[in-house]
C-alpha cells in the first residue's frame, strides 16, 4: 500500500524506547514515545508542543534517525520524500543529515565548537556533502546573515563563537541548518533560552529563512503563543503519546481536547489588583549596589511594597532584579540608600541580622533541584527552620510538618522522600512549605516558575496566591513573564540594566503612556493569537519607515 | 548498594586489603618466626620450612612480610587519616569562608604543592631526627596538600548550590553548613580520595624506607626488606622481589577498589596525580 | 564594566588589552618566578625552623659541646640566618651552590655533571613514553568499554599501582642477569658515545617508562572521553560527518589543552621518578647525589639538589599552564 505521497515527510507509528537505570533497582524499559504519526508537505511547518518529558524533542531527532542517549526507534516507520529512513544503513543516514535534513539545537552555545570559526562550522556540512565549492557555501552563508539579520554579515563568519550573544548564535546555527538547502529543518526549542526582546527578533528572522527558502520544519516548543506564530499544523503530546493533531487555527481557536485546552488557557486570568491601603511591609529607598569590581549593578532603585500584596518586579537578564533580591536579604550591601523592613531599618548585611528579622523574610528560587539538600528528607528540609527559629523537635516537630505539607496540598506521605523523588512542582511546593515553616511576613520569589511546564508553573500560582489570601503574605515576585505579571500582581515594578524604570499600580503601569523600553517589553510577549508576530513587525518596519 | 553490583575487580581488592588487615592484626600468633630471629644461612633458598626463603641476615622472609604487614599498615593508614582530616578541614573552612582566609589557605597550599613530595620529604627528613612520629607528620603534612586542592574543589562545587545559600540565608553557622549541608554531598569523591591517598601512602612510605630513610632496621617493613636484599639480585637471588610484590599487590588492591568508588562517583575531580 | 573615557588611558592598560595572550603568559612567568624564590626561602629558611639542633644532631652520638660550637663555627652556623641566605641566594645566582660538608668539593662541578645526566635520562623516557600513551589513551577510547579497553584498564592500574624500584629490580634480575641482554649497573661517564650511553640506560628508561606511562595514558583517556561527550560532538554527528572527521577537527583541537596539562603534569613526576631509578641502577645523577647527601646530611647539597629539583617542577607546570593557555581559542582571540 504505498500512498501517492505529495508529503515531504511522514511519520507513521513511530515507537521509541529507552533503558532507565533506577539505583537499587534492575533496569527498566521505558517507552518515550507511543505511536505518533503525522504528516508534513514540503514547505509547510509543524509544530511539536507538550511539557517536559513529552517526547517532542525525541521525535524531532528521530527524523534525523537519531536517538540522543540511548534512546533507541524500535518501531514505525520515517519516511522521507518515500524512503523510510529507518531502514537505510549508517552511512545512508549520514548521508541525509546535514544534507537534506538539519537539525537546529536548543542551546546554540554548546552546540558550536569553540576551537573553529563560526563561518567554517556554517559551511563544514554543506561542503563536506560534496553539496556545493567552498565558494559557493559562503556566498550562501553570506546570504543567510543578511537574511536573518546578523549585525556584519561580511565578517560575522571570521568570528568565534564565544565572541558573540546567545542571539546571534542562534541565527548562525539557523544558517548552518540553511546552508545545504535542506527539504526539512528540526527546531528544537530554538528561543526558549532566549530573552523576550531577543526571541522575537530571532523568530522573524527563522519565519523570514524559512518562508524565503521554501523549507520544511518542525518547530518544537513547549510555548504555544510562540508556536501559534509559526506553524501550519500543530501536535500536542503527552507523555510521548499525541493528544491532539490538526491545523494551527483548529488547535488554538477550538480546541477539542481538554488538555490543549488547559494548554490554550493558560494564564487568561487577570486579577484584580488590591486597593493601596495598607502600610508598607518593605520600602526601598534609593538603593545602589555594586559589585566588589567596581560594576554598578542597581542605580538609585526606590519602591515599596504594601502588606498583604504582591510587587512583581519584571525584567530581563541583566536588568538587576536578583540582585534587588540579594540586597534585600542581605547577601549585598547597598553602597547607598536605605531598605526599611516593617517600618525599621534593615541591617545592610546578613551576618549582622538578628535572627529574628532573618526568619521574617523568606526566599523561594528559581530552581527547585538545587535549592533542596538531595540528602535530606522533606521532614528534615521543611523541619530545620522549624527547628532553627521556634525549637521544635521530636512529635511537635512531625505534626507541624503535616500540617505544613496539607497547606501545600501535599500528602503526608510525602514527609520521609527524598528530593531525587519528587517532581519538579513537587519540588518547588516543598520549597514554599519550608519559606512559610519560618512564619514570615515578606516572601521573595525569584522566578519560581520559569523552570516548571506551564499546567505545573499555574498550579503552584494558584497555591502562592492561596496563601497569600490565608495568611496575609506579602509576595515580591520577580519574573521576566508579563503574563504572570497581569496573572498575580497588585503593583508592578520594571527594569532595565539596574534602573527602575517604571513602578506603581498594575493598572497604571501597565497602561500607556509608556517608556521605551516598557513598550518593548509589552509589545514583546508572544500572545495566543494568530498573526500576532505580523502585526508586530508590521508597525515595527511602520515605526522605523517613519523615522 | 546490591552486593551482586561490585564488580569481580573490587571483590578481589578487598580481599587483598582483608588479607592485609588481618595479617597487620594478628602478626604475632599467625608468623612462623620471629621479627629479628635469625633462623639459617643467608638468602638460604625457599622450602616446605621457609615459605619464602631467608633473607641477607638469615631471618624467615614470610614472618618479616607478616610483621611487615603491621608497620607498613599502621604507619600509612596514620599518615593517611593524619592528611586527610587535615586536609578536608583546612580546605571546607577555606571553602565556605572565601575572601582572605581562602586566598591565605590556597597560596600556602600551591607553595608547598610547587615542591615535589619525594624532593620535600628528602630536605625534611635531612634535619629532623629519625623517630617514627616524624616520619607519620612528614608524609601527612606533605600529603595534605593533595586532599587540600580535591576538598576544595569538591566543597565549592556544592558550595555554590542555592541550598547551601539557603542556610546561610537561615543564619546558620559555619560548623552545620560544613558538616550538615556540604560534607553529606562529598562523600562519594572524599572517599575514592581517601582510597588514593591510602595507595600512595603505602607507595611513598616504601620508597622512603627503601632510600634508607623511612622505617629503621631492625623493624621489619617492606620498604626496608627491599633495601636490605637489593644486592642479592645481581647473583640471581630473588628476595628482594618479594617485598616488593607485596608492596604492588596490596597498593593494586586498593586501587582496584577506589577505581570502583571512582565509577560511582558522578564528578571526577583533581584525578591522580601524585607527583 | 570601567569605561576607559579619561582621554589616552594609562599606556599599560592598553598593553593588556592590545596582547591579552602575551600578558597572561608574562604574569605566569613573573609568578613563577616568585614562586621559585619563594620555594628558594622555604627550603633554606624551612629547614632551619625546623626544631632540633642541627649541629648535634648531624654529629649525632659524637655531640659533645665543643665539637657541636666547633661545628658551628666551622660550617657558619652562627651567622645570622637571613645573612645565610642571602649568601646563598647570591651564590646560587652566579652557580655557585657552595660547598659539600661531606666532600669538601664544590658542589656545582657535581651537579654541572650530574644534572645533564639525569635530564638525559628523563628525555630519553619522556621521547618514549608521551606518544605512546597518548596513543594507547585513543585506542582506550575507540574501544571504550569493549574488551581492549577492558584490558588496558587492568594493566594500567596495575602500573600505577608497582613502586619503581620494584620494576626496577625486576627487569633487573630477568633482563640483565638471567637473560644477559642489558647493562647493570647503568654507570655512564663523560665521553662516553651516543649509542652507548642509550644502550646502558635501556633498563632505568624503561622502568621510568613503565610506570609514567600508565599514569598519562590513564589521565589522556579521561581527557578525550571529556571532550567526546562535549554538545559539538553531538551536532558533529547531525550534520552527517563521518567519525573520522568528527575526532579529527572537532574533538582533537579541545582535547589538546587537557592532554597538553596531562602530559606537563607528568613530565614533572617524571623528575620525581629518576631520583629512585638512579638509586636502583647506580645511575650517576642528581638524583642519587641527593639521597646519598641526605642520608650523611649534607646540607649545602640537599639544599642546592632540592632547589634544582623544585625549579625543574616548576618550570615544567609553567609550560604546561602557558600551552594551556595558548591552546585555549577563548584567550586566543579575545571579544
Known amino acids: 500500500m504505498h500512498e501517492a505521497s505529495s508529503h515531504l515527510l511522514s511519520v507513521r507509528n513511530l515507537k521509541i524506547e529507552a533503558t532507565s ?51 533507541e526507534i524500535t518501531g514505525g516507520e520515517v519516511k522521507l520524500d518515500g524512503t523510510d529512513i529507518l531502514q537505510l544503513g549508517k552511512s545512508g543516514i549520514r548521508k541525509l543529515r546535514g544534507a537534506r535534513v538539519c537539525y537546529v539545537a536548543q542551546s546554540a552555545a554548546a552546540a558550536f565548537n569553540p576551537a573553529h570559526k563560526l563561518g567554517d562550522q556554517v559551511i563544514e556540512a554543506t561542503v563536506k556533502h560534496r553539496l556545493m565549492s567552498k565558494e559557493e557555501a559562503r556566498e550562501r552563508a553570506l546570504y543567510l546573515f543578511q537574511v536573518l539579520g546578523l549585525p556584519n554579515p561580511e565578517t560575522f563568519g571570521d568570528r568565534f563563537p564565544h565572541q558573540v550573544s546567545g542571539g546571534q548564535l542562534q541565527r548562525a546555527m539557523t544558517a548552518m541548518a540553511l546552508c545545504s538547502k535542506p527539504d526539512l529543518i528540526v527546531f528544537d526549542e530554538p528561543t526558549t533560552a532566549l530573552d523576550v526582546t531577543t526571541q522575537i527578533d530571532v523568530l522573524a528572522a527563522i519565519k523570514h529563512a524559512i518562508e524565503e527558502t521554501d523549507t520544511a520544519a518542525l518547530y518544537i516548543t513547549h510555548d504555544l503563543a510562540v508556536v501559534a506564530q509559526i506553524s501550519d499544523d500543530i501536535m500536542v503530546l503527552r507523555h510521548g503519546k499525541m493528544v491532539e493533531y490538526g491545523p494551527v487555527q483548529e488547535i488554538i481557536e477550538a480546541p477539542r481536547q481538554d488538555y490543549t485546552r488547559a494548554l490554550v488557557n493558560v494564564r487568561q486570568a487577570a486579577r484584580e489588583e488590591a486597593v493601596d491601603q495598607t502600610e508598607a511591609v518593605l520600602r526601598v529607598d534609593h538603593v545602589s549596589a555594586q559589585y566588589s569590581n567596581g560594576f554598578k549593578v542597581l542605580h538609585d532603585v526606590s519602591l515599596h511594597l504594601c502588606k498583604g500584596q504582591t510587587l512583581a518586579v519584571v525584567g530581563e537578564s541583566g536588568s538587576g532584579k536578583s540582585t534587588l533580591a540579594r540586597v534585600i536579604t542581605g547577601l549585598l550591601a547597598p553602597s547607598s540608600g536605605a531598605i526599611t523592613f516593617e517600618g525599621r531599618p534593615l541591617t545592610p548585611l546578613l551576618k549582622s541580622r538578628p535572627r529574628d528579622d532573618l526568619r521574617r523574610i ?73 519559606a512559610l515553616a519560618a512564619r514570615p511576613e515578606l516572601i521573595l520569589c525569584d522566578e519560581p516558575t520559569s523552570a516548571l511546564d506551564p499546567l505545573v508553573a499555574e498550579g503552584i500560582l494558584k497555591l502562592l496566591m492561596k496563601l497569600q489570601e490565608e495568611q496575609q503574605l506579602s509576595y515580591l515576585f520577580i519574573t521576566h513573564d508579563i503574563a504572570i505579571v497581569k496573572a498575580i500582581a497588585d503593583s508592578v515594578a520594571v527594569m532595565h540594566r539596574g534602573k527602575l524604570v517604571r513602578f506603581g499600580p498594575k493598572s497604571q503601569a501597565l497602561s500607556p503612556p509608556f517608556d521605551d523600553y516598557t513598550d518593548l517589553l509589552l509589545k514583546s510577549v508572544p500572545e495566543m493569537q494568530l498573526g500576532w508576530l505580523e502585526k508586530v513587525l508590521t508597525t515595527r518596519r511602520m515605526e522605523s519607515a517613519g523615522n | 548498594m546490591r552486593l551482586r553490583e561490585i564488580p569481580i575487580t573490587a571483590w578481589v581488592g578487598l580481599f587483598g586489603i582483608a588479607l592485609a588487615l588481618f595479617c597487620a592484626l594478628f602478626a604475632p600468633w599467625i608468623s612462623p618466626y620471629g621479627e629479628t630471629e635469625v633462623v639459617g644461612n643467608v638468602w638460604q633458598e625457599a622450602d616446605a620450612q621457609f615459605f619464602f626463603g631467608l633473607d641477607n641476615l638469615g631471618r624467615d622472609i614470610l614472618s618479616r612480610l607478616i610483621f611487615g604487614a603491621r608497620t607498613t599498615l599502621i604507619v600509612a593508614l596514620a599518615a593517611t587519616v593524619i592528611s586527610f582530616s587535615l586536609g578536608i578541614i583546612l580546605s571546607f573552612t577555606a571553602a565556605v569562608s572565601g575572601g582572605l582566609v581562602d586566598t591565605v589557605f590556597s597560596r600556602f597550599n600551591d607553595l608547598m604543592m610547587s615542591i615535589p613530595t619525594l624532593i620535600f620529604a628528602l630536605v625534611v627528613l635531612a634535619v629532623l631526627p629519625q623517630h617514627l612520629i616524624v616520619l607519620i607528620l612528614v608524609m601527612a603534612i606533605l600529603d595534605s596538600t593533595r586532599v587540600y586542592r580535591l576538598g576544595r574543589a569538591v566543597a565549592l562545587d556544592v558550595a555554590v548550590m542555592e541550598f547551601v545559600e539557603a542556610a546561610k540565608l537561615r543564619g546558620e553557622g559555619k560548623i552545620w553548613i560544613i558538616f550538615r549541608e556540604i560534607l553529606p554531598n562529598t562523600l562519594s569523591p572524599l572517599l575514592a580520595e581517601f582510597g588514593l591517598r591510602f595507595a600512595f601512602a603505602i607507595l611513598f612510605l616504601s620508597t622512603l624506607s627503601f632510600l634508607g630513610l623511612g622505617i629503621q632496621p631492625p623493624t621489619a617493613d617492606w620498604g626496608g626488606m627491599v633495601k636490605d636484599n637489593k644486592d642479592g639480585i645481581i647473583f640471581g637471588i630473588p628476595a628482594a622481589l618479594v617485598p616488593g610484590t607485596a608492596i604492588a599487590a596490596l597498593a593494586v588492591c586498593v586501587n582496584l577498589v577506589v577505581d570502583w568508588l571512582l565509577k560511582r562517583t558522578s564528578s571526577l575531580k583533581g584525578g591522580r596525580g601524585d607527583a | 564594566m570601567s569605561n576607559s573615557t579619561e582621554a589616552g588611558g594609562s599606556p599599560a592598560r592598553s598593553l593588556r588589552e592590545r596582547f591579552p595572550l602575551l600578558s597572561i603568559i608574562a604574569q605566569r612567568m613573573v609568578l613563577s618566578l616568585i614562586l621559585l624564590l619563594a620555594v628558594s626561602a622555604l627550603i633554606f629558611g624551612g629547614v632551619e625552623a625546623l626544631p632540633g639542633d642541627f649541629a648535634s644532631t648531624y654529629l649525632g652520638q659524637s655531640a659533645t659541646p665543643e665539637a657541636v660550637a666547633n661545628i658551628t663555627a666551622e660550617l657558619g652556623l652562627d651567622r645570622p640566618l637571613v645573612t645565610r641566605y642571602f649568601d646563598w641566594l647570591g651564590g646560587v645566582l652566579q652557580g655557585d651552590f657552595g660547598t659539600s660538608w661531606a666532600s669538601r668539593n664544590s658542589v656545582s662541578e657535581q651537579v654541572g655533571n650530574r644534572l645533564g645526566n639525569s635530564l638525559f635520562l628523563a628525555a ?135 592532554i597538553i596539562n596531562v602530559v606537563a603534569l607528568n613530565l614533572a613526576y617524571l623528575v620525581v621518578g629518576v631520583v629512585v631509578v638512579e638509586v636502583v641502577f647506580v645511575y650517576p645523577g642528581m638524583g642519587q647525589y641527593m639521597v646519598d647527601a641526605v642520608t650523611v646530611r649534607d646540607m649545602p647539597v640537599v639544599q642546592a639538589c632540592g632547589l634544582i629539583f623544585a625549579a625543574v617542577y616548576i618550570l615544567l607546570n609553567m609550560v604546561a599552564d602557558i600551552l594551556a593557555i595558548i591552546a585555549n581559542p577563548r584567550l586566543r582571540h579575545p571579544r
Open chain 1, 362 to 434: 523568606q526566599l523561594i528560587y528559581q530552581m527547585a533541584d538545587t535549592a533542596m539538600n538531595p540528602r535530606q528528607t522533606v521532614r528534615d528540609i521543611i523541619g530545620r527552620p522549624l527547628t532553627f527559629y521556634d525549637g521544635l523537635r521530636g512529635s511537635a516537630k512531625t505534626a507541624r510538618v503535616k500540617e505544613l505539607l496539607d497547606q501545600i496540598e501535599m500528602g503526608t506521605g510525602f514527609i520521609d522522600r527524598y528530593p531525587a523523588e519528587l517532581s519538579g512542582g513537587q519540588k518547588q511546593r516543598v520549597a514554599i512549605a519550608r
Open chain 3, 124 to 258: 630519553f623516557a619522556a621521547v618514549i613514553a608521551v606518544p605512546l600513551a597518548i596513543c594507547l589513551g585513543m585506542l582506550s577510547v575507540h574501544f571504550r568499554d569493549r574488551i581492549p579497553d577492558k584490558i588496558i584498564n587492568v594493566i594500567s592500574l596495575a602500573a600505577i599501582s608497582l613502586p619503581e624500584f620494584f620494576v626496577g629490580y625486576l627487569l633487573i634480575l630477568y633482563f640483565a642477569v638471567n637473560f644477559g641482554i642489558a647493562t647493570f649497573p647503568a654507570t655512564v661517564y663523560q665521553g662516553m658515545g651516543f649509542m652507548e650511553r642509550l644502550q646502558t640506560i635501556a633498563l632505568p628508561t624503561a622502568t621510568l617508562v613503565l610506570v609514567v606511562l600508565a599514569h598519562m595514558m590513564r589521565m589522556t583517556r579521561a581527557a578525550i572521553l571529556s571532550v567526546m561527550s562535549s554538545a559539538y560532538m553531538e551536532t558533529a554527528e547531525l550534520k552527517g560527518l563521518s567519525g573520522w572527521r568528527a575526532i579529527v577537527k572537532h574533538a582533537a583541537p579541545n582535547a589538546l589543552a587537557p
Open chain 1, 21 to 71: 537505570y533506577p539505583p537499587g533497582e534492575p533496569p527498566k524499559r521505558i517507552t518515550i514515545v507511543d505511536d505518533v504519526s503525522f504528516d508534513l508537505a514540503k514547505g509547510k511547518v509543524l509544530g511539536l508542543i507538550g511539557e517536559s518529558g513529552a517526547g517532542k524533542s525525541t521525535i524531532g531527532l528521530a527524523a534525523l534517525g537519531y536517538g540522543r542517549g540511548g534512546a
